[in-house]
């Protein structure tokens, strides 16, 4: 069935044809590890970087760094529901499995797999658990510092940061989706928020030189508009409910 999973980073047509499969350069998982086992640790004093977990989600999988799961991660997979997380003696333990798990995802001989190995890697986004909301709001601005224009931060909750592949979230996800369903129903999709896909510099290119792609989501097609409404109750929500026609915010947004 059609989708938008991972924070948009997996993106599922109907029929369940990939539409979008994002990954991030394997520089910014070495940096991210480095820095939560360095200067996070070195900033509390006790051997703990300020009691926080760091894991790394890889299509239906996660792993992270460490002797085994943190008690963190652990509520993350009992309470959330998110893939019970692999621990692995160093990152670049950590990088192989991620590279296996999407090779074999996608079909990949070893040629291809070696070729990807140095630019991106089955890593699509990278969350930091921490106990309280307070230790996430002091180190989101050194996170968005170490990561710079290689990456993007958001939050789901005020507990959880999350690192995502620069120009790619929930909003771009949402409109690929939106933009393909319209296309099956003879509508037109036009996003009512300002991305790479739908600036008119952009879009012709992001959807493959199809002009009545194009059209749609710059909204200069003849056709009767899709409908779509939106619910979110989170800031990776944000963007998604001004792309869609109507976006509405929970009583519990935060």
């Known amino acids: 069935s059609p989708g938008v999973f991972l924070q948009g980073l997996d993106v599922r047509a109907p029929g369940g044809g990939s539409l979008a499969s994002v990954s991030m350069p394997e520089e910014v998982v070495r940096d991210a590890f480095a820095f939560h086992a360095g200067e996070m640790r070195d900033f509390s004093g006790a051997g703990d970087p300020s009691g926080t977990a760091l894991t790394a989600f890889c299509g239906e999988e996660c792993h992270t760094v460490g ?6 991660l652990r509520e993350l997979a009992s309470r959330f529901h998110e893939p019970r997380s692999v621990p692995w003696d160093d990152v670049e333990q950590l990088l192989a499995a991620a590279r296996a798990a999407a090779g ?3 079909g990949e001989d070893d040629e291809t797999s070696a070729l990807r190995r140095d630019s991106t890697c089955g890593v699509s986004k990278l969350l930091l658990a921490a106990p309280d909301a307070a230790t996430i709001a002091t180190w989101r601005p050194r996170w968005e510092a170490l990561l710079g224009s290689r990456a993007s931060v958001t939050q789901a909750v ?6 995502l592949p620069v120009g790619h979230d929930k909003t771009t996800g949402f409109e690929s989706l939106a933009a393909c369903l319209a296309r099956e129903s003879g509508l037109a999709f036009r996003s009512g928020a ?35 409404v939106a619910v979110g109750d989170g800031e990776n929500d944000a963007g998604m409910l001004r792309a869609a026609g109507v976006g509405v915010a929970l009583a519990n947004a935060c």
């Open 67 to 72: 002797a085994e799961p943190h008690a963190l």
């Open 158 to 163: 005020p507990t959880m940061l999350e690192v």
């Open 194 to 228: 300002k991305t790479a896909k739908t600036s008119d510099e952009t879009s012709a290119r992001a959807v493959s030189n199809d002009s009545n792609v194009a059209n749609e989501l710059r909204g200069s097609s003849p056709l009767a508009p899709l409908r779509v």
């Open 104 to 106: 074999a995802s996608c």
